[in-house]
């Protein structure tokens, strides 16, 4: 049993007392994964992220910066109360209303839970199953005040740890540069792209009030992120981290006796990276190739290059960008898919424009004119003159379970969930609905074939890690009736 993720579920509520059901399966993941889970009774302390310094795992110097004036602080805040209370439109619409967003299963716990001791209702927990398993999801550390979507929260992550047939659960947020800014001022400051633009004069008011904040030293972004790491979990390189495509990804360690802590923010030495360009942010969704151990990811951008292709090697140092210019405006990508010798990406309908915030909008929204494309690169190309695009029309990737080669690496299979109602993702996402379907790529005619798999809503797939980019016969998702 190794560590695993699944994001954006409804949070475990039971109380201090978690009862574990006789209902598990082996399966026997290769050798790093192992690493992230200390067998010793190491202390681990947390390295604090706040306003003045940023320590990450590679690289131990302090990123200074300027000490927050409390007068200013105080002005801030009164303009946050007065935006809030005086030029948010109300009532809010039910996707950024947190009285409809968290509620029922989506309801936020309130505190941390140190690691507790799980009584094991029926059966008894083998002693070879040795492991933690851990899920990853939004969880906002204050109650909203106003707009609010289900994405916003900061990320904390659940876990059950198994050892010598005994259990424990734990849940701790992830000590990101947001989180523990916030903390320390006691309330929420940084603006989401998905809720906070409500209306012309709110969303003014927080683009200037961000702004005074970034200039007078109170939030520096650019030193430190902003993201919230609350989508998922990966290992990269033999170590764990939580991630957010929004920021670089934290690590994070999971203790001998079932705590988690977090390390810091990592930019895996942050080369490779384009002149006049800078390495902040990449998918929460790396795939890991069980050979070589290299991790393959990508960051898009709301400037040109809007799309990057890059690399992790075995050792965790980050390789040469990969700039994909074929991208002509900033497209939200979420999730790829590699196989043994291509990256394959969806170009999708959903967008990021800047300037619909001046018109009281939220920048992410769905073109709806848009073809979306699925474009094919060699895995280890370095730069995009070999990429080639098709045309997919209909095609909004959720995620990719994963993609193998066949007919000696003529034909590239992809398992894809689907929006096929990607206009309801933003506003309703209880009602969107995603699709399993195969799509066969022919990197000799340049032509795709694409037939569904199933009738039932899917999404959030996990497979064996060992079959990434190699052809698999299981998955595992939830499903929606």
């Given at each position: 049993?190794?560590t695993?993720?699944s994001?954006?579920l409804?949070?475990y509520?039971q109380s201090?007392?978690?009862?574990?059901?006789?209902?598990?399966?082996?399966?026997?993941f290769?050798?790093?994964?192992?690493k992230?889970?200390?067998?010793?009774s190491d202390?681990?302390?947390?390295?604090?992220i706040?306003?003045?310094?940023?320590t990450?795992p590679d690289?131990?110097?302090?990123n200074?910066?300027?000490k927050p004036?409390p007068?200013?602080t105080t002005?801030?805040?009164?303009i946050?109360d007065?935006?809030l209370g005086?030029?948010?439109k109300?009532?809010l619409p039910?996707?950024v209303?947190?009285k409809?967003?968290?509620?029922?299963?989506?309801?936020p716990?309130?505190n941390?839970l140190?690691?507790?001791?799980?009584?094991v209702a029926?059966?008894s927990i083998p002693?070879c199953?040795n492991?933690?398993?851990?899920?990853n999801g939004?969880?906002?550390q204050?109650?909203p005040?106003?707009p609010?979507?289900?994405?916003?929260g900061d990320?904390?992550i659940q876990?059950?740890r198994i050892?010598?047939?005994?259990a424990?659960?734990?849940?701790r947020y992830?000590k990101?540069y947001?989180?523990?800014m916030?903390?320390d001022?006691?309330y929420p400051?940084?603006?989401?792209?998905?809720?906070?633009?409500?209306?012309?004069?709110a969303?003014?008011?927080?683009?200037a009030?961000?702004a005074?904040?970034?200039i007078?030293g109170?939030?520096?972004?650019?030193?430190n992120?902003?993201?919230?790491?609350n989508?998922?979990?990966?290992?990269?390189?033999?170590?764990l981290?939580a991630?957010?495509?929004?920021?670089l990804p934290y690590e994070?360690?999971v203790t001998?006796?079932g705590d988690?802590v977090t390390l810091?923010r990592?930019?895996?030495?942050?080369?490779?990276?384009?002149?006049?360009e800078?390495f902040?942010?990449?998918?929460?969704h790396?795939?890991v190739?069980?050979d070589?151990?290299?991790?393959?990811a990508f960051?898009y951008?709301v400037?040109?290059?809007?799309l990057t292709?890059?690399r992790?090697?075995?050792?965790?140092?980050?390789?040469?960008?990969?700039?994909i210019?074929?991208?002509k405006?900033?497209?939200?990508v979420?999730?790829?898919?590699?196989?043994?010798n291509?990256?394959v990406?969806?170009?999708?309908?959903?967008v990021?424009?800047?300037?619909?915030i001046?018109?009281?909008?939220?920048?992410?929204?769905?073109d709806g004119?848009?073809?979306?494309r699925?474009?094919?690169i060699e895995?280890?190309?370095?730069?995009?003159?070999g990429?080639?695009w098709v045309?997919?029309?209909?095609?909004?990737?959720?995620h990719?379970?994963n993609?193998?080669e066949e007919?000696g690496?003529d034909?590239?299979v992809?398992v894809v969930t689907?929006y096929t109602t990607?206009?309801?993702?933003?506003?309703?996402l209880?009602m969107g609905q995603t699709?399993?379907?195969e799509i066969?790529?022919n990197t000799?005619?340049?032509?795709i074939?694409?037939?569904?798999?199933s009738?039932?809503?899917?999404?959030?797939a996990?497979?064996?890690p060992?079959?990434?980019?190699?052809?698999n016969?299981y998955?595992g998702q939830?499903?929606?009736?």
């Amino acid at each position: 049993m190794d560590t695993l993720s699944s994001s954006y579920l409804p949070k475990y509520t039971q109380s201090f007392l978690l009862k574990i059901q006789k209902n598990y399966s082996f399966t026997t993941f290769h050798e790093p994964l192992k690493k992230p889970i200390s067998n010793t009774s190491d202390i681990f302390k947390f390295k604090k992220i706040n306003r003045k310094t940023q320590t990450t795992p590679d690289n131990n110097n302090n990123n200074r910066t300027r000490k927050p004036n409390p007068l200013l602080t105080t002005l801030f805040k009164s303009i946050d109360d007065f935006t809030l209370g005086s030029l948010d439109k109300f009532p809010l619409p039910p996707s950024v209303d947190p009285k409809n967003v968290l509620s029922g299963n989506y309801a936020p716990v309130e505190n941390e839970l140190p690691p507790t001791a799980c009584e094991v209702a029926e059966g008894s927990i083998p002693i070879c199953l040795n492991g933690a398993y851990l899920r990853n999801g939004p969880n906002p550390q204050f109650s909203p005040r106003g707009p609010y979507h289900l994405f916003d929260g900061d990320g904390m992550i659940q876990m059950i740890r198994i050892s010598n047939g005994e259990a424990t659960f734990c849940r701790r947020y992830i000590k990101t540069y947001k989180y523990m800014m916030e903390r320390d001022l006691g309330y929420p400051i940084i603006p989401s792209f998905l809720s906070s633009f409500n209306g012309v004069m709110a969303s003014l008011a927080r683009v200037a009030v961000t702004a005074a904040r970034v200039i007078t030293g109170e939030f520096t972004p650019a030193v430190n992120g902003y993201g919230t790491s609350n989508i998922s979990v990966a290992v990269i390189a033999g170590k764990l981290y939580a991630l957010g495509e929004s920021d670089l990804p934290y690590e994070i360690k999971v203790t001998a006796d079932g705590d988690l802590v977090t390390l810091g923010r990592c930019d895996f030495g942050g080369g490779g990276v384009a002149a006049g360009e800078e390495f902040l942010g990449m998918t929460a969704h790396p795939k890991v190739d069980p050979d070589t151990g290299e991790a393959f990811a990508f960051r898009y951008h709301v400037v040109a290059p809007h799309l990057t292709f890059f690399r992790i090697d075995s050792e965790g140092r980050k390789q040469a960008d990969v700039a994909i210019r074929g991208v002509k405006t900033a497209t939200v990508v979420h999730d790829f898919a590699v196989t043994e010798n291509y990256a394959v990406f969806n170009e999708g309908k959903m967008v990021i424009t800047p300037a619909e915030i001046l018109r009281g909008r939220r920048p992410v929204r769905v073109d709806g004119g848009k073809i979306p494309r699925i474009g094919v690169i060699e895995k280890y190309a370095r730069d995009e003159s070999g990429m080639w695009w098709v045309d997919a029309p209909g095609l909004n990737i959720s995620h990719a379970v994963n993609a193998w080669e066949e007919d000696g690496g003529d034909t590239v299979v992809m398992v894809v969930t689907n929006y096929t109602t990607v206009e309801m993702v933003l506003d309703r996402l209880d009602m969107g609905q995603t699709t399993l379907e195969e799509i066969r790529i022919n990197t000799k005619t340049k032509k795709i074939r694409r037939r569904p798999l199933s009738d039932r809503v899917l999404d959030l797939a996990v497979i064996n890690p060992a079959f990434v980019g190699k052809k698999n016969r299981y998955d595992g998702q939830i499903y929606s009736d």
